[in-house]
């Protein structure tokens, strides 16, 4: 059985740093992004990784979180992290986890196009 468990979410004050973790059981995936959703809004893009190879890698960016957010991963351990920085009021969200096991460059940004998701993790940053 597939499963995504993020972890790593909480409360931070503006200017904080937090790493959320993704750890994924039952296969290994390509494709890993995180996505972020608050009420009443779509789920939105925030970063994705694609492993291409043994040690080629490619990774995206939303705009709005260039500079600030890096996502990494670790397949010995079949987990994928995003490590945020300078978090903003506005980046409070409920973080998911998405994986998949192969998506083309240009759905990579796409929530719908990912297979397989986290059960997400409250980020929330006080102003």
């Known amino acids: 059985q597939v499963q995504l468990v993020e972890s790593g979410g909480g409360l931070v004050q503006a200017g904080g740093s937090l790493r959320l973790s993704c750890a994924a059981s039952?296969?290994?995936?390509?494709?890993v992004g995180w996505f972020r959703q608050t009420p009443g809004k779509e789920r939105e893009f925030v970063a994705a990784?694609?492993?291409?190879?043994?040690?080629?890698?490619?990774?995206y960016y939303a705009d709005s979180v260039k500079g600030r957010f890096t996502i990494s991963r670790d397949n010995a351990k079949n987990t994928v992290y995003l490590q945020m920085n300078s978090l903003k009021p506005d980046d409070t969200a409920v973080y998911y986890c998405?994986?998949?096991?192969?998506?083309?460059?240009?759905?990579?940004?796409?929530?719908?196009?990912?297979?397989?998701w986290g059960q997400g993790t409250q980020v929330t940053v006080s102003s």
């Open positions: 998405a994986a998949d096991p192969g998506l083309s460059t240009a759905t990579m940004t796409a929530a719908n196009e990912y297979d397989y």
């Open positions: 039952g296969r290994t995936f390509s494709d």
């Open positions: 990784i694609r492993r291409s190879g043994e040690r080629t890698y490619y990774v």
